[in-house]
């Protein structure tokens, strides 16, 4: 359950050092991590909804070490405020386990941090342009000097210090309680309901073969319940199913075999429904893991 720690961060830190060693005769230089290809407007990603949550050992080993240096983890929470260094972690992590074996999702509203218990809810203040978000702390670091918290690729957007790769800023710990929801961020809109909760678009007639929106439409938005991802079509019913066979074990949920009607049928596999593009966009990076094509969205 700690296999972030173990593996993803020291890789990370790995790699900052050896970065950090090539620039030193050039003067300091900010290490950034990649996001999307394209921009994403996240403006109707929420912010996390703090709730309570049972606590457990997962990413909550104390004391702990990384890199020589010995970490402890706070009790509890409560009465946390520190101000400090920010960065930010995308797609060298994305689809990979955290410290508590969740999936990082750079879409999400989520941190790592060194010392506040798994999980946690802080809310966190741009202190250069006054833009604040809730994110849930479910991960570990980061660990370069002098930085206090690692947000998500959607919370660091938010905060609007993505391409500076850094920024000042408060953390405050919040109570574990729903419907905090006093939070600023000026052009961007605050939402303290779950993605769940957003009301799902009216059931819409669309071609088959649309794909994911493009860079800059919303990434947050639901989907019409008719939404499938198609990951690949075949004229043999055996070769689909050993593709579906492959991609349910990457996946929760359901994945069928469609037959096609017509003088070549096709035996077409589908996942979903999808509920949002999150969902697509967290499907794809686990098919491209593996090896499979990311597939395209269908409506039927």
């Given at each position: 359950m700690f296999a972030r720690l173990k593996v993803g961060y020291w890789q990370r830190s790995a790699l900052l050092c050896s970065a950090l060693l090539l620039v030193a005769c050039s003067g300091p230089a900010v290490i950034r991590d990649s996001g999307p290809s394209g921009p994403v407007d996240v403006s109707s990603i929420p912010n996390a909804e703090p709730r309570f949550e049972v606590r457990t050992r997962a990413g909550n080993k104390s004391p702990y070490s990384v890199l020589g240096k010995t970490y402890r983890v706070l009790p509890e929470s409560d009465g946390f405020k520190e101000q400090g260094i920010a960065s930010w972690y995308g797609n060298k992590f994305h689809g990979r386990r955290t410290s508590n074996g969740e999936i990082y999702n750079m879409y999400g509203m989520t941190a790592a941090h060194k010392n506040l218990p798994i999980p946690s809810y802080v809310k966190?203040?741009?202190?250069?342009?006054?833009?604040?978000?809730?994110?849930?702390?479910?991960?570990?670091?980061?660990?370069?000097?002098?930085?206090?918290?690692?947000?998500?690729?959607?919370?660091?957007?938010?905060?609007?210090?993505?391409?500076?790769?850094?920024?000042?800023?408060?953390?405050?710990?919040?109570?574990?309680?729903?419907?905090?929801?006093?939070?600023?961020?000026?052009?961007?809109?605050?939402?303290?309901?779950?993605?769940?909760?957003?009301?799902?678009?009216?059931?819409?007639?669309?071609?088959?073969?649309?794909?994911?929106?493009?860079?800059?439409?919303?990434?947050?938005?639901?989907?019409p319940n008719n939404t499938f991802l198609q990951v690949g079509a075949f004229s043999?019913?055996?070769?689909?199913?050993?593709?579906?066979?492959?991609?349910?074990?990457?996946?929760?949920?359901?994945?069928?075999?469609?037959?096609?009607?017509?003088?070549?049928?096709?035996?077409?596999?589908?996942?979903?429904?999808?509920?949002?593009?999150?969902?697509?966009?967290?499907?794809?990076?686990?098919?491209?893991?593996?090896?499979?094509?990311?597939?395209?969205?269908?409506?039927e």
């Open positions: 966190v203040t741009n202190l250069d342009n006054g833009r604040s978000i809730v994110v849930r702390v479910n991960d570990r670091g980061p660990f370069h000097e002098g930085r206090v918290i690692d947000l998500s690729y959607a919370g660091a957007s938010k905060l609007d210090y993505l391409k500076q790769g850094t920024a000042r800023v408060e953390v405050e710990a919040l109570p574990m309680a729903a419907g905090y929801s006093d939070v600023t961020t000026h052009a961007f809109s605050t939402v303290s309901a779950r993605a769940a909760d957003v009301k799902a678009l009216p059931r819409t007639t669309v071609p088959e073969q649309s794909q994911l929106p493009a860079s800059g439409e919303q990434a947050g938005h639901r989907l043999r019913q055996l070769s689909a199913q050993g593709l579906q066979q492959r991609v349910a074990a990457l996946t929760s949920l359901p994945v069928r075999l469609s037959n096609s009607a017509g003088a070549k049928s096709l035996w077409r596999v589908q996942v979903g429904p999808v509920e949002s593009n999150l969902v697509v966009m967290n499907l794809r990076a686990a098919l491209e893991s593996e090896g499979l094509r990311a597939g395209h969205l269908v409506y």
